[in-house]
């Protein structure tokens, strides 16, 4: 499975941006991973094949991930960002036992 990743950038704290990720094919769990300088990689958002969803406490009520299966590509719409979310955002695949990784877009909050 490969996965293209994007819509990173820099953002004022408050403000928005969506991050969107394209499966080459479908897959049963999509998700958003981050990694900041100095810490490790944890688990923003992730999204079932049937739109179960899971989220970092630290994004709960800010952060939406959502999918549209018809074009293998899942969105992970930031609210209310902070400069704390400032990382790199990974796009996640579970295909049964196999994990992959997407090439990383990275997000940066100013305050």
């Known amino acids: 499975v490969q996965l293209q990743a994007s819509g990173g950038g820099l953002v004022q704290a408050g403000g928005s941006l969506r991050l969107s990720c394209a499966a080459s094919?479908?897959?049963?769990?999509l998700g958003w991973y981050r990694q900041a300088p100095g810490k490790q990689r944890e688990l923003v958002a992730a999204?079932?094949?049937?739109?179960?969803?899971n989220y970092a406490d630290s994004v709960k009520g800010r952060f939406t991930i959502s999918r549209d299966n018809t074009k293998n590509t899942v969105y992970l719409q930031m609210n209310s960002l902070k400069p704390e979310d400032t990382a790199v955002y990974y796009c996640?695949?579970?295909?049964?036992?196999?994990?992959?990784w997407g090439q990383g877009t990275q997000v940066t909050v100013s305050s």
């Open positions: 999204i079932s094949s049937g739109g179960t969803t």
């Open positions: 996640n695949a579970i295909v049964y036992t196999k994990t992959y």
């Open positions: 094919k479908f897959v049963n769990t």
